[in-house]
Each structure stands twice: as structure tokens, then as C-alpha cells.
């Protein structure tokens, strides 16, 4: 495994509570990185080598902005490439937004500014416009993450028909439980293999405030703050993996096979039966499955 981008979420926090979101993101959540968490994952990452782009996110990021905005600094003091998502719920204003991005402005390479009805009753929110303004002003390059409703994407023509720049939800943590019910339904035995993600050879992991390097959101492949970074990708063999190897070898469809699993008949996309098969194998997978915020459940 050559990775050669780490994700960190920063915080598992939200101020908002989105229907889609994978991670989720919450006011209720705990579990926020400290400035050594930080630096001691920027270390492992100059000492594998290969990474070259750091992101900060969340959770939002903006929340803790100090620790944020330190750790920005530090990635890119260290050579990094660094951006940050957020939702972005401080740009009040145009003029305040500059204030909250002129710290950053000359460092990170992109700000992506995620916007669309899951965030606010507009698809640009007046929020992501000020951001938007602000940081063309600073010469921050920037973009954004717009997430299409369910309907727009519930037949196999009218995802040809998603507005540009708009993604299709994945229906993996909270869209797994409120929003399946506003798409259409497919038999399970149709999802035989991970549309979303390089399981056998990764670029990109995020990595919590436990230190687990999640393959995806959900699935680790251990800590960090446990075992090196170089071990962890040295060692990493997608088909030994219990969770990872029938994903690789059949996709969801494989992991409900393997395990015998009960979860009914029809699924909104693999991320939903995906979902489902590891809420079903977290007790037996308790290493890998975890943690309890990526399940839906508050930690301290
Ligand atoms: S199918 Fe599973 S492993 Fe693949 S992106 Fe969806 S939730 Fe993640």
C-alpha cells in the first residue's frame, strides 16, 4: 500500500446534522484530535514517504479553528500539499469569511466548501458564496462538494442527468437510515463489488482521533498511535483481511455470503448492504469495525 493522501478528521463534531452524512457528523459527537494527535500523525506521514497532500476535515474542521490552523501550518512548514473541507457555516459574510481564511490563504491548495439542500434550503448557500468570494479574493483555489437528493439519481437515466459539479449520495452511515426509503430498491445479490474505493491498493485514508486508518469510513485497518504508519502499510494484505477480502473478492454481496448474514432482499447501492453487513459483524469484528462514532453512536 503506497498512500499518498491522509485525510484527518479533525473532529468527529458537526454543527450540523446532515442526512447524508457517512461520518455522522453531529453537535451530539465526540472525539476531537489534540495538537500532538496531529503532530504525531504528520510525523509517521514524513516518515512513510510517500504522502504528499494532507486534509483537514471533519466532522467540521472549523470548529476547533486554532488546532485547525496550527496543523495547517505545521503539514505545510513540512512540505505537505494541505486542504480543508468544510461545510462552511462561518462565512457570515464576505468580509468575515476573509478574516477567517486570510490565515490560511498563501498555504493550503484548495478549499472545498461542501453546499447543496442537505446543508442549508439552498443548493449555494449564501455561506458557501461568501466563502467562495473570499477565498478568490485570496487567491485560494476552491471548489464545491454538492451532494445530489435521492430522487434525482433513482433510475439508471437519470444519473447521466445529475447537475454538473453534483455527486450521487452513497447510502453508508446516516443515508443508510434516512434517506434508503426516497430511492429505488435492488436485489442484494447485484452489489458484487465496492464502486467507491481502491481496497487492494489505497492512495487515500482517513485517520481519526484514535489513530484508525479507515479504508473507508468504518473499516480500519488499526492505529497509528498503536502501531506505525510504515508497519500498518507494510503489513496490509486486502485478502487476509476478514472485511476487506470478501469486499475485494465479491463486494457486499460476498460479505453477506461469507458471513451467512439475514439482512433482507434489496438495498439501495453496495455502500447500503455494505452497511448493514457491518453493523451485523461489528461484535465479530471488533478491531476492524469500528469506531462507535462511525456506527452511530456517541463515544467520549
Ligand atoms: S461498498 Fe462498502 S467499502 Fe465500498 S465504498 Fe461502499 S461502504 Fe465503503
Not at 130 to 140: F, G, H, T, V, W
Not at 187 to 198: G, V
Not at 200 to 220: A, E, T
Request: charged content about 20%.
Amino acid at each position: 500500500m503506497e498512500l499518498t493522501g491522509l485525510h484527518l478528521l479533525l473532529t468527529y463534531e458537526c454543527n450540523l446534522e446532515c442526512d447524508h452524512c457517512f461520518v455522522w457528523g453531529s453537535p451530539l459527537q465526540k472525539g476531537t484530535m489534540t495538537l500532538r494527535h496531529i503532530r504525531h500523525i504528520l510525523q509517521e506521514a514524513k516518515a512513510l514517504g510517500s504522502v504528499k497532500n494532507i486534509y483537514f476535515e471533519g466532522g467540521e474542521p472549523f470548529l476547533y479553528y486554532p488546532i485547525m490552523l496550527r496543523g495547517i501550518q505545521e503539514a505545510a512548514g513540512m512540505g505537505f500539499k494541505v486542504g480543508i473541507v468544510s461545510n462552511p457555516y462561518w462565512a457570515t459574510s464576505e468580509e468575515d469569511a476573509i478574516e477567517w481564511l486570510t490565515p490560511v490563504s498563501g498555504i493550503i491548495h484548495d478549499l472545498s466548501v461542501s453546499t447543496d439542500l442537505y446543508h442549508s434550503n439552498e443548493e449555494l448557500s449564501q455561506q458557501a458564496r461568501n466563502a467562495l468570494a473570499a477565498a478568490e479574493k485570496l487567491d485560494i483555489p476552491a471548489g464545491t462538494i454538492n451532494i445530489a437528493q435521492p430522487e434525482s439519481t433513482e433510475s439508471e437515466a437519470a444519473y447521466g442527468q445529475l447537475a454538473r459539479g453534483e455527486s450521487a449520495v452513497m447510502y453508508r452511515g446516516r443515508a443508510a437510515r434516512d434517506l434508503v426509503s426516497r430511492t429505488l430498491q435492488h436485489p442484494w445479490h447485484e452489489f458484487t463489488k465496492c464502486p467507491h474505493e481502491d481496497l487492494c491498493n489505497p492512495k487515500r485514508v482517513h485517520i481519526d482521533y484514535l489513530g484508525n486508518l479507515h479504508i473507508c469510513q468504518g473499516i480500519s485497518l488499526g492505529s497509528l498511535f498503536d502501531t506505525p504508519l510504515i508497519e500498518l502499510c507494510r503489513t496490509f494484505d486486502a485478502d487476509a483481511n476478514p472485511v476487506i477480502g470478501p469486499l475485494v473478492k465479491g463486494g457486499p454481496t460476498e460479505l453477506v455470503r461469507r458471513y451467512d448474514l439475514a439482512l433482507g432482499k434489496s438495498f439501495a447501492d453496495a455502500c447500503h448492504l455494505c452497511d448493514m453487513a457491518r453493523h451485523a459483524l461489528r461484535e465479530r469484528f471488533p478491531d476492524i469495525l469500528r469506531p462507535d462514532q462511525m456506527y452511530g453512536l456517541s463515544s467520549s
